[in-house]
C-alpha cells in the first residue's frame, strides 16, 4: 500500500526541476508510504512518476517503486494489492517472462509488455491505482479498482498534467491556481461528501472506479475497462437458477476464496470486527482459512448508547480469536476532530470518520493489514433506508396524500430529543440509537410522491442544498442518472445500485482510506472482490432486495460458523454523539468557524441562512445537526486549505433529480 503521485510537463523540464516537483509531492503522502521513496522522471519528455512506499508484499529492494518492465518500455507507480498476481505471474512465466523480486508490481509491469496496459489491468483483481507511462508511445495511462477503494485524482491544465493519491499531492504543486467549484460544494451539503468525478476543486478530477485514461502530448481519453452497469445487465441476463441451499453454498465458497487471498501477507495482519453480520463473516472466514487465530480489534465507547464492543467479544469468544478491546474516552475521540482537515484534503463529513480513525490508529499498534466487512450493506440490501422505503412506504401509499403529509407533519412536530428521551425510558427501546432521527426519517418518507423521491429524500441532508450558496448552483451526480428505472425496475436494487456508485466509493471507502492511511494501516476489503459483486448482481430479488430479511443469504452463510443469537439485534452503524459534542465540548470551535465574521470572510455562504440555523440548533432543535457538521467540516477544510476563486464551470441542477420526479412509483 502507498501513496503515488507525478506530473508531466507536456514540452520538457530539467531533472531537476521534475524531481523537486515530485519530491513535493510525495513528501505531502508520507504517511501513506513511511517504508520507502522513489522518482524516476525523463526530463527530455518532462515527465516524473514518484511513491512513497509501504511494504507489505516482497519487503526487499526488489518491490521498489517507480518500477520499469525489463525491457524498459513501461514504468509503473502502483497503490494497492492485486490478489490475483500470483495467477498471472504463473501465467507470464508460460510465456517466457523472468522475474527478479515476488512483488505483485513487477507483475503488473511484466504484464504490460505480455498482454498491453489496458488488457493487463483488466485481468487484474485487487484494490488499486497505478499510473503507467509508455516510453514508446509517450502515454501515460491512469488506472482504478473497479469499486474505488483507492483513490486517484488527476488534472490537465494545458500542457501540465498532475495525478496523486490525495489532492495534498496535487496541491503540492505550485504553478496551478486551484480554483473552488461551488457547485461542488452544493453537493457536498447534500451528501457529506463531493460525489465522482467532480472534486471540490474546478478542473481536478476523481478517476471513476473501473476507469482508464490515456494522455498524450495532445489528448486526452477517458474511458473504462470495467462498469457496474455491465455487471448489473450481465447478472439480469443470466441470473442464478440453483436452490437456496446452493446458492448458500456457493455464496460460502466465493467468500472463503475472496478472504484467503486478502489474507496473503508478509506483514501482520487482523481484521476489524464490529460483532455485525458482515465483519462477522469475514473474520469466520478468516479463521477458518487461517492456521492462527486472527488478531481481531474493536473499540468501546463510555456512551452505551454508541458501544458495540460487547457484541463483537461475544463473536471473538464464539471463534475463539486473538481480540483486543480499547477502550476509548469520549476526550479521545475529540481529540480527532482537528485533525480531520488535513486527514481529509476535501470537504467530508461523515462523522463516523472519527472512531474509523481511531480503531485504525489503535489497530495498527499490533499489524499492518486489517480486513473489514465494509460492502456488504451495499451488496446484500442491508441499510436501514431500503426496508424503510419499502416497509413505510408501501403501506403508506394507501393512505390518501394529505393524510400521509398531516401525518409526517404530526412526526417533525415533535423535536428528536423528545423521541430519544422516551426511548431511554423503554427496555427495548433503549437499545436502539438515534430513536428521533429515525422516526424524523419516517416523516420524510411519508412526505413524497414517490418510493424514489423516498430514496432521493433519504441521502439528502437538505433538499436544497444549494439555497445556502451566494451563487446557487449545484453538480449532477449519479444521482441524476436517466436509464436507472430501466435498467433496474425494482427500486431497491436502483437504490443499492447508487449507493455503489456514490455513497461506497465516495463516502464509505473514502473514509476508511483516508482514516487508515494516516496511520499506514492497509485496509483490504473481501466483500468488494469484483467476481463477489458480478455474482451477487446475479441473484434473484426473492434472496436480495426482496429477501424476507435484510442480508438474507449472507446471515445464511455466517449461521454456518456463528449462532444467529449472537448478531441478531437493531443495526447501530458508527456513529459518535455528534448533537452533545456541538452543544458541549465542540461549542467553542463550532462557534468560531460559524461565527459571522468568519462565514462572511470566506464568501461562500449566505450567512444569515446558516448562522439561523445554527441559532436554532443551540436553542434545542435537534434536527440539522448533520447538515451542521457539513458546514463544519467545511470551513474547517476552507480555513486549512483556502481554495482561492471562485470556478464558474459548474452545472445548475433542477430542484429535484429527473429519474426521481418524471415517472411513477413502480412499488
Not at 465522482?196 to 474546478?202: A, H
Not at 419499502?390 to 408501501?394: L, S, T
Not at 428521533?436 to 426519517?441: I, L, N, Q
Given at each position: 500500500?502507498c501513496g503515488?503521485?507525478?506530473l508531466?510537463?507536456?514540452?520538457g523540464?530539467?531533472?531537476?526541476?521534475?524531481?523537486?516537483?515530485v519530491?513535493?509531492?510525495?513528501?505531502?503522502l508520507?504517511?501513506?508510504?513511511?517504508?520507502?521513496?522513489?522518482?524516476?522522471?525523463?526530463?527530455?519528455v518532462?515527465?516524473?512518476?514518484?511513491?512513497?512506499r509501504?511494504?507489505?508484499?516482497?519487503?526487499?529492494?526488489a518491490?521498489?517503486?517507480?518500477?520499469c518492465?525489463s525491457?524498459?518500455?513501461?514504468?509503473?507507480?502502483?497503490?494497492?494489492?492485486?490478489?490475483?498476481?500470483?495467477?498471472?505471474?504463473k501465467?507470464?512465466?508460460?510465456r517466457?517472462?523472468?522475474?527478479?523480486?515476488?512483488?505483485?508490481?513487477?507483475?503488473?509491469?511484466?504484464?504490460?509488455?505480455?498482454?498491453?496496459?489496458k488488457?493487463?489491468?483488466?485481468?487484474?483483481?485487487?484494490?488499486?491505482?497505478l499510473?503507467?507511462?509508455?516510453?514508446?508511445?509517450?502515454?501515460?495511462?491512469l488506472a482504478?479498482?473497479?469499486m474505488g477503494?483507492?483513490?486517484?485524482?488527476?488534472?490537465?491544465?494545458?500542457?501540465l498534467?498532475?495525478?496523486?493519491?490525495e489532492?495534498?499531492?496535487?496541491r503540492?504543486v505550485?504553478?496551478?491556481?486551484?480554483r473552488?467549484?461551488?457547485?461542488a460544494v452544493?453537493?457536498?451539503?447534500?451528501?457529506?461528501?463531493?460525489p465522482?468525478?467532480?472534486?471540490?476543486?474546478?478542473g481536478?478530477?476523481?478517476?471513476?472506479?473501473?476507469?482508464?485514461v490515456?494522455?498524450?502530448?495532445?489528448?486526452?481519453e477517458?474511458?473504462?475497462?470495467?462498469?457496474?452497469?455491465e455487471?448489473?445487465?450481465?447478472?439480469?441476463?443470466?441470473?442464478?437458477?440453483?436452490?437456496e441451499?446452493?446458492?448458500?453454498e456457493?455464496l460460502?465458497a466465493?467468500?472463503?476464496?475472496s478472504?484467503?487471498?486478502?489474507?496473503?501477507?508478509d506483514?501482520?495482519?487482523?481484521?476489524?470486527?464490529?460483532g455485525?453480520?458482515d465483519?462477522s463473516?469475514?473474520?469466520a472466514?478468516?479463521?477458518?482459512?487461517?492456521?492462527?487465530?486472527?488478531?481481531?480489534?474493536?473499540?468501546?465507547?463510555?456512551?452505551?448508547?454508541?458501544?458495540?464492543?460487547?457484541?463483537?467479544e461475544?463473536i471473538?469468544?464464539?471463534?475463539?480469536?486473538?481480540h483486543?478491546?480499547?477502550?476509548?474516552?469520549?476526550?479521545?475521540?475529540?481529540?480527532?476532530?482537528?485533525?480531520?482537515?488535513?486527514?481529509?484534503?476535501?470537504?467530508?463529513?461523515d462523522?463516523?470518520?472519527?472512531p474509523?480513525?481511531?480503531?485504525?490508529?489503535?489497530?495498527?499498534q499490533?499489524?499492518?493489514?486489517a480486513?473489514?466487512?465494509?460492502?456488504?450493506?451495499?451488496?446484500f440490501?442491508g441499510?436501514?433506508r431500503?426496508?424503510?422505503a419499502?416497509?413505510?412506504?408501501?403501506p403508506?401509499?394507501k393512505l390518501?396524500?394529505?393524510?400521509?403529509?398531516?401525518?409526517?407533519?404530526?412526526?417533525?412536530s415533535?423535536?428528536m430529543?423528545?423521541?430519544?428521551?422516551?426511548?431511554?425510558?423503554?427496555?427495548?427501546?433503549?437499545?436502539?440509537?438515534?430513536?428521533?432521527?429515525?422516526?424524523?426519517?419516517?416523516?420524510?418518507i411519508?412526505?413524497?410522491?414517490?418510493?424514489?423521491?423516498?430514496?432521493?429524500?433519504?441521502v439528502?441532508?437538505?433538499?436544497?442544498?444549494?439555497?445556502?450558496?451566494l451563487?446557487?448552483?449545484?453538480?449532477?451526480?449519479?444521482?441524476?442518472?436517466?436509464?436507472?428505472?430501466?435498467?433496474?425496475?425494482?427500486?431497491?436494487d436502483?437504490?443499492?445500485?447508487?449507493?455503489m456508485?456514490?455513497?461506497?466509493?465516495?463516502?464509505?471507502?473514502?473514509?476508511?482510506d483516508?482514516?487508515?492511511?494516516?496511520?499506514?494501516?492497509?485496509?483490504?476489503?473481501?466483500?468488494?472482490?469484483?467476481?463477489?459483486?458480478?455474482?451477487?448482481?446475479?441473484?434473484?430479488?426473492?434472496l436480495?432486495?426482496?429477501?424476507?430479511?435484510?442480508?438474507?443469504l449472507?446471515?445464511?452463510v455466517?449461521?454456518?460458523?456463528?449462532?444467529?443469537?449472537?448478531?441478531?439485534?437493531?443495526?447501530?452503524?458508527?456513529?459518535?454523539?455528534?448533537?452533545?459534542?456541538?452543544?458541549?465540548?465542540?461549542?467553542e470551535?463550532a462557534?468560531?468557524?460559524?461565527?459571522?465574521r468568519?462565514?462572511?470572510?470566506?464568501?461562500?455562504?449566505?450567512t444569515s441562512?446558516?448562522?439561523?440555523?445554527?441559532?436554532?440548533?443551540?436553542?434545542?432543535?435537534?434536527?440539522?445537526?448533520?447538515?451542521?457538521?457539513?458546514?463544519?467540516?467545511f470551513?474547517?477544510?476552507h480555513?486549512n486549505?483556502?481554495?482561492?476563486a471562485?470556478?464558474?464551470?459548474?452545472?445548475?441542477?433542477?430542484?429535484?433529480?429527473?429519474q426521481?420526479?418524471?415517472?411513477?412509483?413502480?412499488?
Open positions: 500500500m503515488i503521485a507525478g508531466w510537463r507536456r514540452g523540464a530539467s531533472r531537476e526541476e521534475l524531481a523537486r516537483a519530491e513535493t509531492m510525495t513528501a505531502a508520507s504517511h501513506r508510504g513511511p517504508d520507502d521513496c522513489g522518482v524516476w522522471s525523463d526530463s527530455e518532462g515527465i516524473a512518476l514518484g511513491q512513497r509501504l511494504s507489505i508484499i516482497d519487503l526487499s529492494p518491490g521498489h517503486q517507480p518500477m518492465s525491457d524498459g518500455r513501461f514504468v509503473i507507480t502502483y497503490n494497492g494489492e492485486c490478489y490475483n498476481f500470483a495467477d498471472l505471474r501465467a507470464l512465466c508460460v517466457g517472462a523472468t522475474f527478479r523480486g515476488h512483488s505483485d508490481t513487477e507483475v503488473i509491469i511484466e504484464g504490460c509488455m505480455c498482454w498491453g496496459v488488457e493487463t489491468v483488466s485481468r487484474l483483481n485487487g484494490m488499486f491505482a499510473a503507467i507511462w509508455d516510453t514508446h508511445e509517450q502515454r501515460l495511462h482504478r479498482d473497479r477503494e483507492k483513490p486517484l485524482y488527476w488534472a490537465v491544465f494545458d500542457s498534467v498532475l495525478f496523486g493519491s489532492l495534498k499531492a496535487l503540492a505550485g504553478s496551478w491556481r486551484p473552488l467549484h461551488r457547485g452544493a453537493a457536498f451539503l447534500r451528501h457529506n461528501y463531493v465522482g468525478p467532480f472534486t471540490i476543486y474546478d481536478v478530477n476523481k478517476l471513476p472506479p473501473g476507469g482508464f490515456s494522455i498524450d502530448a495532445r489528448s486526452v477517458e474511458g473504462a475497462y470495467w462498469k457496474l452497469e455487471a448489473v445487465t450481465a447478472g439480469r441476463n443470466d441470473p442464478h437458477t440453483g436452490s441451499e446452493e446458492l448458500t456457493s460460502d466465493l467468500l472463503q476464496d478472504v484467503a487471498r486478502r489474507m496473503v501477507s506483514v501482520p495482519l487482523g481484521a476489524f470486527l464490529s455485525g453480520y465483519s463473516t469475514i473474520v472466514l478468516m479463521q477458518k482459512t487461517g492456521s492462527q487465530p486472527v488478531k481481531t480489534f474493536t473499540i468501546s465507547f463510555d456512551d452505551a448508547a454508541f458501544d458495540e464492543s460487547s457484541y463483537a461475544a471473538a469468544r464464539h471463534l475463539q480469536t486473538d483486543t478491546t480499547f477502550p476509548v474516552s469520549g476526550a479521545e475521540a475529540l481529540a480527532v476532530v482537528p485533525k480531520l482537515a488535513r486527514m481529509y484534503d476535501e470537504p467530508f463529513a462523522s463516523s470518520q472519527i474509523t480513525h481511531i480503531v485504525s490508529a489503535l489497530t495498527r499490533h499489524v499492518t493489514v480486513l473489514s466487512g465494509d460492502g456488504g450493506d451495499e451488496l440490501s441499510y436501514n431500503y426496508r424503510q419499502q416497509n413505510v412506504w408501501g403508506g401509499t390518501p396524500p394529505f393524510a400521509r403529509r398531516t401525518i409526517a407533519a404530526a412526526i417533525r415533535i423535536p430529543r423528545c423521541y430519544d428521551g422516551l426511548a431511554r425510558t423503554m427496555p427495548y427501546a433503549r437499545r436502539i440509537s438515534q430513536v428521533g432521527y429515525k422516526a424524523h426519517r419516517v416523516a420524510q411519508l412526505d413524497v410522491s414517490s418510493i424514489d423521491d423516498v430514496y432521493y429524500r433519504l439528502s441532508h437538505h433538499e436544497e442544498p444549494a439555497e445556502f450558496l451563487d446557487p448552483i449545484e453538480t449532477r451526480s449519479a444521482l441524476w442518472a436517466e436509464n436507472l428505472r430501466s435498467l433496474l425496475p425494482d427500486p431497491i436502483r437504490m443499492r445500485y447508487v449507493d456508485l456514490t455513497y461506497l466509493p465516495d463516502d464509505i471507502l473514502t473514509k476508511v483516508r482514516a487508515s492511511m494516516a496511520v499506514a494501516l492497509e485496509v483490504r476489503v473481501p466483500f468488494l472482490d469484483h467476481r463477489v459483486v458480478e455474482w451477487v448482481w446475479r441473484l434473484p430479488g426473492a436480495n432486495a426482496r429477501a424476507p430479511r435484510a442480508k438474507h449472507l446471515r445464511r455466517l449461521a454456518r460458523y456463528v449462532p444467529e443469537r449472537l448478531v441478531e439485534r437493531p443495526k447501530m452503524g458508527f456513529g459518535v454523539p455528534l448533537a452533545q459534542w456541538l452543544r458541549g465540548p465542540l461549542r470551535w462557534d468560531a468557524l460559524l461565527a459571522e468568519a462565514l462572511e470572510a470566506d464568501g461562500v455562504f449566505r441562512m446558516v448562522r439561523a440555523m445554527w441559532t436554532r440548533f443551540l436553542s434545542g432543535e435537534n434536527r440539522n445537526h448533520y447538515l451542521i457538521w457539513n458546514f463544519l467540516m470551513q474547517d477544510w480555513r486549505w483556502g481554495a482561492g471562485v470556478s464558474g464551470h459548474a452545472t445548475r441542477a433542477p430542484s429535484r433529480p429527473s426521481f420526479s418524471k415517472t411513477p412509483s413502480s412499488s
